[in-house]
């Protein structure tokens, strides 16, 4: 078995912290994209099938374009993930960019509270371990 030194092990909690507070802010700039995306209705005009998974831990990859209008201006964008109810010709809620009105996503924020929990919880646990290391020195 590899023995890692002491001086690798405290480097890999710092790591781990570090990727812990990039998980934070990448989740809060997430968080403020999506506040800073303004809410339309948009319509399902087609669906198709890019990739089909070939393993379990994959998934199917969707085309799924998406006509709405902003500001009198109608645009068709590809929504990039496709949902169990989604049907052609089924109006849906969306987020448009308003800097950019072609970049479309889906509302919802809970996926972002979940990266800040996950990136808390490492950087927490890594700092717990790092600080036990340098008090038993």
Same mark, same amino acid.
């Given at each position: ?21 990039? $998980? /934070? %802010?990448?989740?809060? !700039?997430? +968080? ?53 109810? $989604? /049907? %052609?010709?089924?109006? !849906?809620? +969306? ?43």
């Amino acid at each position: 078995m590899i023995q890692l030194s002491n001086t690798l092990k405290r480097l890999m909690k710092v790591g781990a912290i570090v990727f812990g507070i990039v $998980f /934070i %802010v990448v989740s809060a !700039i997430g +968080i403020h994209q999506d506040d800073t995306f303004l809410p339309t209705k948009g319509v399902i005009r087609s669906m198709e099938r890019t990739y089909v998974a070939t393993d379990t831990n994959e998934t199917d990859t969707w085309e799924v374009m998406v006509e709405y209008t902003v500001d009198g201006q109608d645009y068709v964008s590809d929504l990039g993930q496709k949902k169990d109810d $989604f /049907i %052609v010709g089924k109006e !849906i809620d +969306i987020l448009y960019n308003p800097d950019n009105p072609e970049g479309i996503v889906l509302p919802g924020k809970t996926i972002w509270f979940i990266f800040i929990i996950v990136g808390a919880v490492v950087a927490a646990v890594a700092s717990v371990l790092l600080v036990r290391d340098i008090r038993n020195r």
